[in-house]
Nanobody, 123 residues
Framework: QVQLLESGGGLVQAGGSLRLSCAAS????????MGWFRQAPGKEREFVAA????????AYADAVKGRFICSRGIAKNTMYLQMNSLEPEDTAVYYC????????????????WGQGTQVTVSS
């Protein structure tokens, strides 16, 4: 069983930046995919970004492409989401997920989630 812990959320003005972190522990694997999802009030959880641990390939939702950067840390099983040019529409609880299957971005497929971290962007 993998345990996930997100951090780094907060309140920021539109145009600002935040950096989220996700630390995985427990039964982790040397090569897999980790990713970020978000859920706004009244909406379904949606894919944001993912990174392949074996290739360092990244994938992004169209809504965040060019503004968000998903990366992995030097410490094993640590992942980051650098969020720039934030917009009020980015307001949501952000969750990390692992392990994931590369290319499978549907939230309902996954069952291992962190507790989430709230990101609020004011206009």
């Amino acid at each position: 069983q993998v345990q996930l812990l997100e951090s780094g959320g907060g309140l920021v003005q539109a145009g600002g930046s935040l950096r989220l972190s996700c630390a995985a522990s427990g039964r982790t694997f040397s090569t897999y995919t980790m990713g970020w999802f978000r859920q706004a009030p009244g909406k379904e959880r949606e894919f944001v970004a993912a990174i392949s641990w074996s290739t360092s390939d990244t994938a992004y939702a169209d809504a965040v492409k060019g503004r968000f950067i998903c990366s992995r840390g030097i410490a094993k099983n640590t992942m980051y989401l650098q969020m720039n040019s934030l917009e009020p529409e980015d307001t949501a609880v952000y969750y990390c997920a692992a392990p994931m299957v590369w290319g499978v971005w549907k939230a309902s497929v996954y069952h291992t989630w962190g507790q989430g971290t709230q990101v609020t962007v004011s206009s």
